[in-house]
């Protein structure tokens, strides 16, 4: 089953995304249940959220995966929302 993972960094927080981000995307890697992913931007084109695509088996492991991405282990993040997504279309 996929879901969506919406995030929001807090204000400010652009340098605590940098300094995470090798391991958020080793711990995507590691992982492999992130079907897609990228940061949103702000009007200055920096890194300002995310969004993820996860194939999990239920909502309780989509939110145990978000839980422990070191994004949000950092405390980077203002909002966070884990929903079931169904794919329509695809590239």
């Not at 969506?4 to 890697?29: C, F, Q, S, W």
């Not at 300002?48 to 978000?66: T, Y």
């Amino acid at each position: 089953m996929l879901f969506a993972i919406v995030t929001k960094d807090k204000p400010g927080a652009l340098e605590l995304r940098k300094a995470n981000r090798d391991a958020h995307l080793a711990y995507i890697k590691a992982s492999g249940v992130v079907t897609q992913a990228g940061p949103f931007l702000d009007e200055d084109g920096q890194m300002c959220g995310s969004l993820l695509i996860l194939d999990l088996d239920s909502l309780k492991d989509a939110q145990g995966w978000a839980a422990q991405d070191p994004y949000a282990l950092a405390g980077l993040f203002e909002s966070v929302s884990v929903q079931a997504w169904n794919r329509v279309i695809a590239a």
